[in-house]
T-cell receptor, first 114, second 115 residues
Framework: EAQVTQNPRYLITVTGKKLTVTCSQN?????MSWYRQDPGLGLRQIYY???????DKGDVPEGYKVSRKEKRNFPLILESPSPNQTSLYFC?????????????FGPGTRLTVT | AQSVAQPEDQVNVAEGNPLTVKCTYS??????LFWYVQYPNRGLQFLLK??????LVKGSYGFEAEFNKSQTSFHLKKPSALVSDSALYFC?????????????FGGGTRLMVKP
């Protein structure tokens, strides 16, 4: 089944404790992206990647890192999480790098930073 | 900068009635427009898109949307609402002339269809 998977689905952590949220897709998509969803703000893009070893900042990259060492994986790293990073995070992938194709979204990771 | 506005936080409609969820956008170049739906505890699912061509686009689950360049709108419509259409709907835009790949989402509209 074609899908985007994220782990963990739920995470409660404390300020400053490094964490990684994994994202994997099995559709051989070149484009991958991370978003955060906050009430009333819709989805805001954190980082995206056009291909292996190619990443770029989205709207709200501060406090986050990403890497794209393999085509299928695009982990999101929070080196020193803070409470304002409490949010619902979605990973997405797309066949198209030019934006003409739809994105496929993972199920989401709900992160709480205390 | 590109932006999307969904002016209604919530839309209420009775089952069987037509529904409209509004979206207006702002981009400097050619707009690529998308509608996504989010069911509770799920990721977003693609409904339909406008890239070029016919202004009326049809998508999944009987939904359609009309691209109106002069009004910079891309409203989502369905002739007859179902209770199962109740969900959170997001409009998104990308500037097709921009080499970057940022997709900007609206704040979302919650659709409530009552039996």
């Amino acid at each position: 089944e074609a899908q985007v998977t994220q782990n963990p689905r739920y995470l409660i952590t404390v300020t400053g404790k490094k964490l990684t949220v994994t994202c994997s897709q099995n559709m051989n998509h070149e484009y991958m992206s991370w978003y955060r969803q906050d009430p009333g703000l819709g989805l805001r893009q954190i980082y995206y990647s056009m291909n292996v070893e190619v990443t770029d900042k989205g709207d709200v990259p501060e406090g986050y890192k990403v890497s794209r060492k393999e085509k299928r994986n695009f982990p999101l790293i929070l080196e020193s999480p803070s409470p304002n990073q409490t949010s619902l995070y979605f990973c997405a992938s797309s066949l198209s790098r030019t934006g003409v194709r739809e994105q496929y979204f993972g199920p989401g990771t709900r992160l709480t930073v205390t | 900068a590109q932006s999307v506005a969904q002016p209604e936080d919530q839309v209420n409609v009775a089952e069987g009635n037509p529904l409209t969820v509004k979206c207006t956008y702002s981009v400097s170049g050619n707009p690529y427009l998308f509608w996504y739906v989010q069911y509770p505890n799920r990721g977003l699912q693609f409904l339909l898109k406008y890239i070029t061509g016919d202004n009326l686009v049809k998508g999944s689950y009987g939904f359609e949307a009309e691209f109106n360049k002069s009004q910079t709108s891309f409203h989502l419509k369905k002739p007859s609402a179902l209770v199962s259409d109740s969900a959170l709907y997001f409009c998104a835009v990308r500037d097709g002339n921009n080499a970057g790949n940022m997709l900007t989402f609206g704040g979302g509209t919650r659709l409530m269809v009552k039996p």
